[in-house]
């Protein structure tokens, strides 16, 4: 996936190519598995650009979401320190200097999704992170996802508010910021779910963003309508549309669950794509539309993160919230609704310390 992308800020920018990519993605046991998906991501990045920088020059190369980190800790609902602690990464950090090395090899800014701790807003708690390295090898960028789906168990800012807000303030740049360059125009990160919230891209068009990058969507929402692409695409349209950017949207590629797999899952259905901007940017305020709390604030300041057929029961709480105050009304005929179901025969097939044999030798096991 590639585009020609100009700038729109007040100095002009050279014209240059934009690169998304799908890689495939292997579930991590511990850190050091990310080794593995590094080295897909660095033979596609020379494979890439190599093929598309030939008539303009590459200078945005956008990762998929979990082509690092994958989704071992949505999965197998692991219990949210101990992923914190054993799976995902610091930034910077070793794997962020490899990526540094490929930016500065190239000359070009590399955005990336990822799991990782964030230690200076609190410990043993992970975060959906989004981030960019300049063409200097430098991380100049960094933002964390504001919504989630139900089976993520990763922090948002919401989830620690106190603490997030005491260290960035709660401006919208405070949870939306947008980094400024001068070379390849003003860069906004969003992540999958943030984009089912047209508020999401406006709050960066707000900040002065210019380009948008919002990696991966799964089915059903890539296969929804007739059209290619679904509701995932729709989306990111009228995103561009009515907030007058660009919007880079890789999309994740093959999953392998973990090493025992044959054969991986196909999540996302592909779809990726490259939106140009249309129209302008509108006025709009909606915080009057949101003064009283649905989803409570602080829920994992000082107690860990739940699991996910007890966070099934926040969500349902919220349900009954908007249904007290008339914002959603029962459907006619009730149903108990989706609930967490665990792939395991009995709870000690779920336990994490059980399941780590995927990730074993399977000579080992015998």
């Known amino acids: 996936m590639a585009t020609q992308v100009s700038g729109l800020s007040g100095e002009p920018v050279a014209p240059y190519m934009a690169v998304g990519l799908s890689t495939v993605v292997h579930g991590i046991g511990s850190r050091k598995d ?76 590399i955005v990336v999704q990822c799991k990782a701790r964030w230690p200076e807003v609190i410990d043993d708690r992970f975060f959906n992170s989004l981030l960019v390295i300049s063409r200097q090898g430098e991380v100049v960028h960094k933002a964390a996802k504001n919504h989630l789906w139900c089976r993520e168990r990763s922090c948002v ?18 949870f939306y910021p947008v980094l400024r360059t001068g070379d390849i125009g003003n860069i906004g990160t969003i992540c999958c779910s943030d984009g089912e919230y047209p508020e999401a891209v406006r709050a960066l068009a707000f900040n002065g963003a210019e380009v948008v990058y919002r990696p991966s969507e799964a089915v059903p929402m890539t296969q929804v309508g007739m059209e290619p692409g679904g509701t995932w695409l729709l989306q990111n349209r009228a995103h561009a549309h009515f907030n007058n950017v660009y919007m880079v949207c890789p999309n994740v590629g093959p999953v392998y669950v973990h090493p025992q797999m044959e054969h991986p899952y196909d999540i996302a259905g592909g779809n990726s794509h490259i939106v140009d901007y249309q129209g302008n940017v509108l006025a709009e305020i909606f915080r009057r539309m949101y003064d009283e709390p649905i989803h409570p604030k602080n829920l994992w300041l ?31 005929r009730s149903f108990p609704g989706a609930r967490y179901i665990p792939a395991g025969g009995s709870p000690d097939d779920e336990e994490w310390e059980n399941l780590r044999e995927l990730w074993a030798d399977p000579d080992e096991l015998d």
Not at 157 to 174: C, K, M, Q, S
Not at 323 to 328: C, D, E, I, L, M
């Open 34 to 109: 990310i080794e593995r998906n590094l080295r897909i991501v660095e033979d596609a990045i020379h494979a890439s650009v190599s093929i598309i920088g030939i008539n303009m020059p590459v200078r945005l190369i956008a990762l998929a979401e979990g082509a690092l980190t994958g989704f071992t800790d949505e999965i197998f609902d692991i219990p949210h320190v101990t992923a914190a602690r054993d799976l995902f990464i610091d930034i910077p950090g070793p794997e962020t200097d490899r990526l540094a090395a490929l930016a500065r090899h190239y000359d070009s800014y």
């Open 157 to 174: 800012p919401h989830d620690v508010y106190d603490r997030w807000t005491e260290l960035f303030g709660d401006g919208i740049d405070a």
């Open 302 to 332: 000082k107690e860990e993160p739940l699991r996910h057929a007890e966070v099934d029961e926040v969500y349902r709480a919220n349900i009954e919230r908007l249904v007290a105050r008339g914002s959603f009304t029962r459907p006619s």
